[in-house]
């Protein structure tokens, strides 16, 4: 959050730490509950690598400058953040827990014991349970259920989506935001952040894909009912394109990523063959010219190989079948020309670019896949806010968003305040909702 220096209202603030970029939204609540943006910063994030802090000097230096710029616009001072996390680290998978039922009739405590029952499974030493999302429930022999609380019955069952992460990537990223005097509000995987502002609740309940086009890495998120069935984080994402084009062409590095973001396609045959555009050489050779449809081929065959990994892990599933929706693309790796027909013709279902969902101040400037993050941090951390103990703007009825509504008060049984893994304070009475962190 953070503190208005005109006024004492409390704001939000969602901190996106990206591999390319980071990534500042700062809202404020309007007296009718809507969140209004009224600051927004980016910086390159240097110090990191895939996701993961390389240099932590680095990554501080990063994160203060856009932080400051984010208050100069905003007008005010940030004291604390909700922050993105992400790389391929990030592991999940689905589990499944049992439980009595005490008393013959599902309470509150019933469905804390069977969340607990389902996430005890055995991972490694160096990971922790960042996520516990629920599915769906079962009573005896009726399933499908989602909330289960007043429901009678002998045996309650829980289907849950568990994400784990890097006990030290974690540790990490918290201590580079701690090192620039900034509070963690909470810690969030970066595309549940980026469904929260990108995805419709009518595509969350009929089934889509969120494919988040990272420069780290590329994740993957398939909902369905309301919930999350599936995640990947696959590590092939936009560096390896500029890589490719760094390679393949004989040219820097940073001259490379400038020219796929201004003349890159993703389809070949949609550039003009005769378009010249002029590519700097490595050292001190002479720049020198070449047909831009020569880089939109290097471009394309990078992305076709992303896009059938996708796939690939796709179709060893049964989730291929629950994307009634389509495919949307968000994150940077997305607005490259042309990402849209090019997935169209590979995943042979509609695809959509996911951009933040939001129409008010600032929306020509956020409304951007590389806004997503921050912007679904902000709506996340609001929607959730009295899951995370927290006071802010006025009291108005919550829009779950990607969260289906009936699901909403049953997820709220079973979380923990983010202070209890950054700090050794233990909290008196812990929250328990659908997001739950583990502690660190």
């Given at each position: 959050?953070?503190?208005?220096?005109?006024?004492?209202?409390?704001?939000?603030?969602?901190?996106?730490?990206?591999?390319?970029?980071?990534?500042?939204?700062?809202?404020?609540?309007?007296?009718?509950?809507?969140?209004?943006?009224?600051?927004?910063?980016?910086?390159?994030?240097?110090?990191?690598?895939?996701?993961?802090?390389?240099?932590?000097?680095?990554?501080?230096?990063?994160?203060?400058?856009?932080?400051?710029?984010?208050?100069?616009?905003?007008?005010?001072?940030?004291?604390?953040?909700?922050?993105?996390?992400?790389?391929?680290?990030?592991?999940?998978?689905?589990?499944?827990?049992?439980?009595?039922?005490?008393?013959?009739?599902?309470?509150?405590?019933?469905?804390?014991?069977?969340?607990?029952?389902?996430?005890?499974?055995?991972?490694?030493?160096?990971?922790?349970?960042?996520?516990?999302?629920?599915?769906?429930?079962?009573?005896?022999?009726?399933?499908?259920?989602?909330?289960?609380?007043?429901?009678?019955?002998?045996?309650?069952?829980?289907?849950?989506?568990?994400?784990?992460?890097?006990?030290?990537?974690?540790?990490?990223?918290l201590k580079c935001i701690k090192l620039c005097e900034l509070d963690v509000d909470q810690i969030i995987l970066d595309h549940i952040a980026s469904g929260q502002s990108v995805l419709t609740e009518d595509e969350t309940e009929l089934g889509v894909g969120l494919l988040d086009i990272g420069e780290g890495t590329m994740d993957l998120a398939v909902y369905c009912e309301g919930a999350i069935q599936?995640?990947?984080?696959?590590?092939?994402?936009?560096?390896?394109?500029?890589?490719?084009?760094?390679?393949?062409?004989?040219?820097?590095?940073?001259?490379?990523?400038?020219?796929?973001?201004?003349?890159g396609s993703a389809v070949a045959n949609s550039v003009d063959s005769d378009q010249l555009i002029e590519l700097p050489s490595i050292g001190d050779q002479p720049a020198r010219s070449i047909q831009q449809k020569y880089l939109a081929e290097v471009i394309e065959a990078r992305m076709e190989e992303m896009f059938h990994l996708v796939l690939s892990n796709l179709s060893q599933t049964s989730y291929m079948n629950m994307l009634r929706s389509g495919l949307v693309l968000t994150g940077g790796g997305s607005k490259l020309d042309d990402v849209v027909p090019l997935a169209e013709r590979i995943f042979n279902m509609p695809i959509r670019l996911g951009v933040p969902r939001y129409t008010g101040t600032l929306s020509e400037v956020v409304r951007h896949p590389m806004f997503a993050t921050g912007l679904g941090l902000c709506q996340f951390g609001y929607y959730n806010r009295e899951i995370f103990n927290l006071s802010i703007g006025h009291d108005s009825e919550q829009r779950p968003g990607v969260i289906s509504r009936s699901i909403d008060r049953i997820r709220k049984l079973y979380t923990r305040p983010e202070s209890e893994w950054i700090s050794d304070q233990q909290s008196e009475g812990r929250l328990k909702g659908w997001f739950q962190q583990g502690e660190y």
């Open positions: 959050m953070a503190s208005n220096k005109n006024s004492e209202s409390q704001l939000l603030v969602g901190l996106d730490v990206g591999t390319s970029k980071v990534a500042v939204v700062v809202c404020e609540v309007s007296p009718i509950g809507e969140i209004e943006i009224i600051g927004v910063a980016e910086q390159p994030a240097l110090g990191m690598h895939r996701g993961m802090v390389s240099n932590i000097d680095l990554m501080v230096k990063s994160i203060e400058q856009a932080i400051k710029e984010a208050e100069m616009m905003a007008a005010c001072q940030i004291v604390g953040v909700f922050a993105g996390i992400t790389g391929g680290h990030i592991r999940s998978y689905n589990s499944s827990g049992v439980v009595a039922v005490r008393g013959g009739e599902v309470t509150q405590d019933d469905v804390s014991r069977v969340i607990e029952a389902a996430q005890a499974v055995r991972i490694s030493s160096d990971e922790k349970i960042l996520h516990v999302l629920p599915q769906a429930f079962r009573i005896d022999d009726q399933d499908g259920i989602r909330d289960p609380i007043g429901l009678c019955g002998v045996r309650l069952e829980a289907n849950v989506h568990v994400v784990t992460g890097n006990v030290s990537a974690v540790q990490n990223i599936h995640s990947v984080a696959f590590p092939m994402a936009g560096s390896q394109v500029t890589k490719d084009i760094a390679v393949t062409l004989h040219t820097p590095t940073v001259s490379a990523k400038k020219i796929k973001h201004r003349y």
